[in-house]
């Protein structure tokens, strides 16, 4: 049931920008806030990015998120080793009344 | 602080049922509303299952809906999910998270507990 599309995965090297897209529909990302996930290997997700674009405290500001239409996506400057891990955006759909998360998108620094 | 703590996980064959259980500490738990979220082996997350902050509604992922049922005891501070005749794409690691107004988001999640379906 995922409605949310992202790339399978993006890379940079260290200190490089990488950006990841999240495309939706009218129903969800059109209709609610978004938010974005980040899941380093063998542990639980942790929200990186709520309300479109806020950081929850404690999160570096090197992360940034934006929202336009139905679409949104997730900037990583100043790539560190650290966020060499998996990306899932997610909202709440109106249509289908679930919250729905996105495919998700594996970094890699290289 | 605050903490989710899953159990219940364990190895069932096919067409059995398991309970799995969420345990919160550290939060007013009654305020809010709480999901659960599985992954099962080298995929990505799948939303499950949402109950409201008091239990009056109750929304279900269209691959688990009138196999699964979200409740919730707080008095207990203790979410459930039932699982009923589990199938082999069941196998997973179980999350639960609370979702928070304030963040629109799930800012709290459990270590995770894993079921795996099989003979």
């Known amino acids: 049931q995922s409605v949310l599309t992202q790339p399978p995965s993006a890379s940079g090297t260290p200190g490089q920008r990488v950006t990841i897209s999240c495309s939706g529909s009218d129903s969800n990302i059109g209709s609610y806030t978004l938010n974005w996930y980040q899941q380093v290997p063998g542990t639980a997700p942790k929200l990186l990015i709520y309300n479109n674009n806020q950081r929850p405290s404690g999160v570096p500001d090197r992360f940034s998120g934006s929202k336009s239409g139905t679409s949104a996506s997730l900037a990583i400057s100043g790539l560190q080793s650290e966020d060499d891990a998996d990306y899932y955006c997610a909202a709440w759909d109106d249509n289908l009344h679930v919250f729905v998360l996105g495919t998700g998108t594996k970094v890699s620094v290289l | 602080q605050v903490q989710l703590v899953e159990s219940g996980g364990g190895v069932v064959q096919p067409g059995r049922s398991l309970r799995l259980s969420c345990a919160a500490s550290?939060?007013?738990?009654?305020?809010?509303?709480m999901h659960w979220v599985r992954q099962a082996p080298g995929k990505g997350l799948e939303w499950v299952a949402v109950?409201?902050?008091?239990?009056?509604?109750?929304n279900y992922a269209d691959s688990v809906k009138g196999r699964f049922t979200i409740s919730r005891e707080n008095s207990k501070n203790t979410l459930s999910l039932q699982i009923n005749s589990l199938i082999a794409e069941d196998t997973a690691i179980y999350y639960c998270?609370?979702?928070?107004?304030?963040?629109?988001?799930?800012?709290?999640w459990g270590q995770g507990t894993t079921v795996t379906v099989s003979s």
């Open positions: 998270a609370r979702f928070n107004g304030a963040y629109n988001g799930l800012d709290v």
């Open positions: 550290g939060v007013t738990f009654s305020n809010f509303g």
């Open positions: 109950i409201w902050y008091d239990g009056s509604k109750k």
